[in-house]
């Protein structure tokens, strides 16, 4: 009996390959680069499983040239705005996701990079190695204290709720934004709800993100949004890059609106190196590394090739996004 052709996107952690190696006919993209676009329509042709990351795009028409032995797409990733839902359950495809393993990871590099813009970590290790460092100055890099300082969080699931309680350790005021948290989550996260978005800018020192990139969330944060910001605001984002508008956070932190960036994501991304805030001290960002600890990372390949594999065996995996598709 011949195994399912399956077409992996990217290297992955051991423990979730070897499982589908030694159970599919599988092609692996090795390349550190995202896969091309015609090498994937190429690939993917015939394939009875793919498994994603959030740089494929996989839409309609990818998924009618796969053909309609095509089962099952495993996105190594929580998030899965890369994959068009709504097309794959009406080609009776499953989708799935790797939910809650990176819950803790990625509220550690929030975390991070909160502490490292307020501290203005980014401008004292340029400073010491550029040869700037002469002697104790009491006006050298002054930052931000943390402790008790008001965190706005933007988003209250799982990742928000995790930095929350990162910041009681610090002694800070937590609230946050999000119409569809439970009154019981927020408070066992030791947070308080704000009623209105335009409040909770006007609020907070810190503004960290964790909401989905959606139609509601594209460009949440625009230029009018951080008009209603403190100017010694720092805004971490470790959520999608298009929830802020890249060419009005440029502006806000050359002009002085607010104090500071640190970014996980960005809009482009990866962004060039030209890239204009670049140019900006006041702009931290690391290449979309919230999850990427051993551990973690090794978790998500194994949930990733476990859902592929159910999903070619007609079974529904456990992380499904549409179990509906099963029944088509």
């Not at 978005?197 to 949004?225: G, N, Q």
Request: a negative charge.
């Amino acid at each position: 009996m011949s195994k399912p052709k399956v077409y992996i996107t990217r290297l992955i952690p051991e423990s979730g390959m070897n499982m589908i190696l030694d159970a599919c006919d599988a092609e692996v993209w090795s390349d550190d680069r995202a896969v091309p676009r015609e090498i994937l329509e190429e690939k993917i042709r015939g394939a009875d499983g793919v498994l994603s990351l959030l740089s494929d795009r996989i839409d309609a028409p990818l998924m009618d040239i796969a053909g309609p032995q095509l089962k099952v797409i495993s996105n190594y990733a929580v998030g899965f705005d890369n994959v068009d839902l709504a097309a794959a359950t009406e080609r009776g495809i499953l989708v799935c996701n790797t939910p809650d393993v990176l819950t803790e990871t990625t509220a550690d590099l929030a975390f991070a990079l909160l502490l490292a813009a307020a501290r203005r970590l980014n401008e004292g290790v340029d400073f010491v190695r550029g040869g700037k460092w002469k002697t104790w100055g009491p006006m050298l890099l002054l930052g931000h204290d943390v402790h008790r300082a008001t965190l706005g969080l933007i988003g209250m699931g799982r990742i928000g709720g995790a930095v929350a309680r990162r910041a009681s350790g610090f002694s800070m005021n937590v609230i946050c934004y999000d119409p569809h948290a439970s009154q019981e989550n927020i408070e066992s996260a030791g947070a308080r709800r704000i009623e209105t978005f335009d409040a909770l800018l006007a609020e907070s020192d810190f503004i960290s993100i964790h909401v989905p990139l959606t139609s509601e969330t594209d460009k949440l944060i625009d230029a009018s949004a951080f008009r209603k910001m403190k100017r010694t605001a720092i805004l971490i984002n470790t959520a999608r890059g298009q929830v802020v508008d890249t060419d009005a956070l440029y502006d806000a932190l050359r002009d002085g609106e607010i104090a500071y960036a640190a970014l996980d994501v960005c809009d482009p991304e990866p962004v060039p190196p030209d890239h204009k805030l670049l140019t900006l001290d006041n702009c931290i960002i690391v290449p979309h590394i919230g999850s990427a600890t051993v551990a973690t990372r090794d978790r998500m390949s194994v949930m990733a090739a476990e859902s592929l594999l159910a999903g070619l065996r007609g079974e529904l995996p456990r992380y499904a996004l549409n179990p509906e598709a099963l029944a088509r």
